[in-house]
């Protein structure tokens, strides 16, 4: 049977950068043992671990561009990927984990779906998500639900989880 896991980015003490981690706990809570639900705060080789043995794979996190409102939602494919070449071998982010995976021979997802979130504020340590990024929870969840071949077990919460606030 096809794995597909969630990996949620974030950390949920800096505000904004929680969502990754808010959107993890609401998707353990709508898909049960149905999905592999992954929350990380890492980044580089330890992203290796979560990348592998799995077919489709959906990353959720916040970015901060500078060129979107926050709350703004971007979903990328596979097909969309640019890797920028002459990147530093001292620096592994998720494209760069997601290759060596593959050239290690590991099972890497064949299927890779980022979805973004604009952020406003990712350094307020305790602070709350902002409301623009806290309204782009339910339109998040309803996108990995399309991504994920079977329905949730109820439909997605419009409310808030309750923790960061």
Same mark, same amino acid.
Request: charged share 15%; proline share 6%.
């Given at each position: &049977?096809? @794995?597909?896991?969630?990996?949620? $980015?974030? *950390?949920?003490?800096?505000?904004?950068? /929680?969502? %990754?981690?808010?959107?993890?706990?609401?998707?353990?809570?709508?898909? #049960?043992? !149905?999905?592999?639900?992954?929350?990380?705060?890492?980044?580089?080789? /330890?992203?290796?671990?979560?990348? =592998? *043995?799995?077919?489709?794979?959906?990353?959720?996190?916040?970015?901060?561009?500078? !060129?979107?409102?926050?709350?703004?939602?971007?979903?990328?494919? *596979?097909?969309?990927?640019?890797?920028?070449? +002459?990147?530093?071998?001292?620096? @592994? %982010?998720?494209?760069?984990? $997601? !290759?060596?995976?593959?050239?290690?021979?590991?099972?890497?997802?064949?299927?890779?779906?980022?979805i973004t979130v604009?952020?406003?504020?990712?350094?307020? @340590? +305790? +602070?709350?998500?902002?409301?623009a990024v806290e309204?782009? &929870?339910?339109?998040?969840?309803?996108?990995?639900?399309? !991504?994920?071949?079977?329905?949730?077990?109820?439909?997605?919460?419009? =409310?808030? %989880? #309750?923790? +960061?606030?």
């Open positions: &049977m096809p @794995v597909t896991r969630l990996l949620a $980015l974030g *950390n949920d003490i800096l505000a904004d950068d /929680a969502f %990754g981690i808010r959107v993890a706990g609401e998707a353990r809570r709508l898909f #049960g043992g !149905q999905m592999d639900v992954v929350e990380s705060s890492e980044a580089g080789m /330890a992203l290796l671990d979560h990348v =592998q *043995n799995c077919d489709k794979l959906i990353v959720v996190d916040t970015v901060v561009t500078g !060129q979107a409102a926050p709350g703004t939602i971007t979903v990328l494919r *596979n097909e969309e990927f640019q890797t920028v070449p +002459g990147g530093s071998p001292h620096y @592994v %982010g998720l494209f760069e984990a $997601l !290759q060596l995976a593959g050239k290690l021979g590991l099972h890497a997802p064949e299927e890779v779906t980022i604009e952020a406003a504020d990712t350094f307020t @340590v +305790g +602070g709350s998500m902002t409301a309204a782009a &929870m339910a339109p998040v969840l309803d996108i990995i639900s399309g !991504q994920y071949t079977q329905p949730p077990l109820s439909p997605p919460s419009s =409310q808030s %989880g #309750g923790t +960061g606030d």
